[in-house]
């Protein structure tokens, strides 16, 4: 008897997990890594390397980030990235798949994504899965901690930050925003403020995502960051303390201006409850302080409490897992 | 040495050897079972209180079990009655949540939406939830 999967996908900028009814979950850097020449295929014994393996060898790789402006790009090249970073995520969480099982999947896009991007995902998947829906990230995330309640979800990605007002009922498009201003925007501050006050200093993206990973932090108080970076080749410890701090709140103050809008836009009643509800998602969250600094910047606007949601990483595609299991199988006939 | 002085002093000396330390040997038993029923007295009177308490406290707790009990089902009549009238009644156990089928229901009509929308007039945002 064939069996049926269920799978949460969550494409991102960055990175794209995966939680699977199997109980496997996993995570890549949205990255395909072609090989440049003969050379590079004969070496890895293979076309092209994904994820955390292309980007270690990347000397030898033309790198494809086909998420990179925060949904699939409109090429063919892109397509094709993603379908392989789509297969072996699938291959990787669900083995036990044999020919005649189905996969249901829900991928989830950005709050705003245009119709022709989700016809593109569509189009994308197709191969790889048997019936799709497509959701609002922030949604997802809602739905993984089942808050349909009075709250805001801040889901704060790579190539944006998407934020959601839920009231109960079904969201609507004036509950939604979606920024450019996400981790990318952040890093581009970061790599403006180092190279200001350092311009000697050597730096690529992935030392500028290091950094930020490992010392991002957003509150007035913290220990000073120094880092080990070159200078035409020679190492040195350069202070980021202040660079880090102003930058992370770079990132901080659009999205209290969007969460005030959101706020401001909603029944006076209920007004303050969306404010002291304000639930803070995706890899975004995991800069020390963010909720903090969320809160303080909403100072100026009547206040407001933010929390940080516990799973950062996989809150986006376990509510999408969430959903394709809670979905009657009449609904699926229907896709 | 005449044996009428012999008589008395045989006397003493079994007095002395024999007779005083059985005397002795039975008045240390009979004070030491008199010390010990008179400590079996006692345990048995302290064990005939605790068992006393303990019943007592059985009792106590059955009765406050039965009044928890009555506590809980009232509150429960309550909480049923103030949902009644605000929500309507409460979905019976182990059909879906209805705020979830309700959301799903959105979200599975936006994408037969999104299926059936042209391609070419696609800039514009589409609403998923």
Known sequence: ?335 | MTPALLVPSLALKYLLVVSAPWFAGAAAVGFLSGRQSAENATRRAREARQEAAVARLLAQNQALAARLEGLQAEARSQADVTQDAATGPAPPPGKPDSTKTSFLKRILQANLDLRDSSPDTSQEPLNNG
């Open chain 1, 1 to 335: 008897m064939a069996n049926i999967y269920h799978a949460g996908i969550d494409l991102g900028t960055s990175r794209s997990s995966i939680a699977t009814s199997t109980g496997k979950r996993l995570t890549v850097a949205s990255c395909v890594g072609y090989c440049k020449d003969l050379i590079a295929r004969k070496r890895f014994g293979r076309d092209y390397l994904l994820g955390a393996e292309a980007l270690a060898h990347r000397l030898a790789l033309d790198l494809e980030w086909p998420l990179a402006d925060g949904v699939i790009r409109e090429d063919e090249r892109s397509m094709q990235a993603t379908r392989l970073i789509l297969r072996h995520l699938i291959a990787q969480t669900v083995p036990e798949r044999q020919a005649g099982d189905a996969l249901y999947a829900a991928i989830g896009v950005p709050a705003q994504a245009s119709l022709r991007s989700k016809k593109i995902l569509l189009e994308a998947a197709r191969p790889l899965v048997d019936k799709l829906l497509i959701v609002s990230e922030p949604f997802a995330v809602a739905y993984a901690l089942n808050r349909f309640d009075e709250c805001l979800i801040v889901d704060i990605g790579a190539g944006t930050t998407d934020l959601c007002r839920m009231h109960g009922s079904f969201a609507e498009d004036e509950d939604q925003v979606t920024l450019i201003t996400a981790g990318n925007f952040l890093d581009a501050e970061l790599t403006k403020g180092i190279l200001k006050k350092y311009p000697e200093v050597q730096l690529s993206p992935q030392i500028v995502k290091l950094i930020k990973e490992k010392y991002g932090y957003v509150y007035d108080v913290a220990e000073p960051v120094k880092v080990i970076l070159t200078s035409h080749g020679i190492p040195g410890e350069y202070d980021l303390t202040e660079i880090l701090h102003n930058a992370c709140l770079e990132l901080t103050r659009p999205i209290s201006k969007a969460i005030q809008a959101l706020v401001g836009s909603f029944d006076p009643d209920f007004q303050e409850a969306l404010r002291n509800n304000i639930l803070i998602a995706g890899g975004g969250s995991r800069l020390k302080g963010i909720d903090r600094a969320i809160e303080k910047s909403l100072q100026a606007y009547g206040g407001g409490r933010a929390s940080c949601v516990n799973d950062a990483e996989f809150c986006g595609c376990m509510g999408a897992l969430n959903m394709c299991e809670d979905m009657p199988d009449d609904y699926w006939e229907q896709l």
